[in-house]
């Protein structure tokens, strides 16, 4: 069993910047995806960014170039560093936790925050 807690959400402008972290505990398998969905009123909820445990990481074309997603593993931690920041970021971000090896495959959430860019 994880848990997952985020933190850094908030109201920013366009073009401003948000960083968002999210600490895992629990369970931890050591090889893992961990990554950041978000999902906007009306709207599935998408891929922003993912990072494996060897440091591979996976962006959605619309955040590529403006995003960076990080972890520290010793510490189950990833970030999110949010740049360039436009109103159709505006979302609820979820932390994610993935374990995808059969037999042992895990999804686990995070409760999400919440990111407004205004215009």
């Known amino acids: 069993q994880v848990q997952l807690v985020e933190s850094g959400g908030g109201l920013v402008q366009a073009g401003g910047s948000l960083r968002l972290s999210c600490a895992a505990s629990?369970?931890?398998?050591?090889?893992?995806?961990m990554g950041w969905y978000r999902q906007a009123p009306g709207k599935q909820r998408e891929l922003v960014a993912s990072?494996?445990?060897?440091?591979?990481?996976n962006y959605a074309d619309s955040v590529k170039g403006r995003f960076a997603i990080s972890r520290d593993n010793a510490k189950n931690t990833v970030t999110l560093q949010m740049d360039s920041l436009k109103p159709g970021d505006t979302a609820v971000y979820y932390c994610?936790?993935?374990?995808?090896?059969?037999?042992?495959?895990?999804?686990?959430w995070g409760q999400g925050t919440q990111v407004t860019v205004s215009s």
């Open positions: 990072i494996t445990s060897s440091g591979s990481t």
């Open positions: 629990g369970s931890i398998f050591s090889v893992n995806v």
């Open positions: 994610n936790y993935e374990v995808p090896t059969s037999g042992r495959r895990t999804t686990t």
